[in-house]
């Protein structure tokens, strides 16, 4: 089974990525506490102790060598040091060589493109360093960012459920996208 440890620090040209740090709780909470962060998100706006047990748990998760297991990537400034963002990638099935991503971004940072350089290395990792042959990307049928990204990493919308699930006492549409390793390699070259 393959095991995914990345050689941490990752550095992009804006942006270095890294493992979850117990002094990151400030940073995670400035926009996980935030209600609009949270809106599409199954989570609401979080405490800090909230946001303490979340990063508890992404302390730990800085690889992966296991289906079910997720690894958890703090994404940083260069120029400032800031903490920004908040990457995982799911290792789903050992047997289907599928993973999953997810991000959060402080609202702050958005626009500028940092999400998609960030997000194109956790597809490299998933791709290159988990051997993952498909990765998927999910996000609420209203969240036009995400989906926007998810369009932009080269990701195709495999899926629309319509009012799939209750979220926050609102039934929402899910949107599903995916892109499978060859075509990530051909969309690189």
Not at 4 to 19: A, N
Not at 51 to 56: C, H, N, V, Y
Not at 72 to 96: C, F, K, R
Not at 106 to 116: I, K, S, Y
């Amino acid at each position: 089974m393959p095991m995914l440890k990345p050689d941490y620090p990752i550095v992009t040209g804006r942006l270095v990525l890294r493992p979850f740090r117990p002094e990151d709780l400030d940073a995670l909470n400035s926009f996980q506490s935030r209600a609009d962060v949270a809106r599409y998100l199954y989570w609401g706006p979080r405490s800090r102790a909230e946001s303490a047990a979340a990063l508890a748990k992404r302390v730990h998760s800085s690889t992966v060598s296991d289906e079910g297991q997720f690894l958890a990537v703090a994404v940083e400034l260069t120029e400032t040091g800031q903490l920004i963002g908040d990457l995982t990638l799911e290792y789903v099935s050992a047997e289907h060589r599928q993973g999953e991503i997810g991000f959060v971004f402080h609202p702050d940072h958005h626009g500028r493109g940092l999400a998609l350089e960030a997000a194109g290395e956790l597809l490299r990792l998933g791709f290159e360093e988990l051997g993952l042959h498909r990765i998927v990307g999910r996000c609420d049928g209203r969240n036009q960012a995400s989906s926007a990204l998810m369009e932009r990493l080269g990701m195709r919308r495999e899926a629309h459920l319509r009012e799939n699930e209750m979220v926050k006492g609102v039934w929402t549409d899910e949107l599903v996208y995916a892109v499978l390793e060859d075509e990530w390699r051909l969309a690189r070259s």
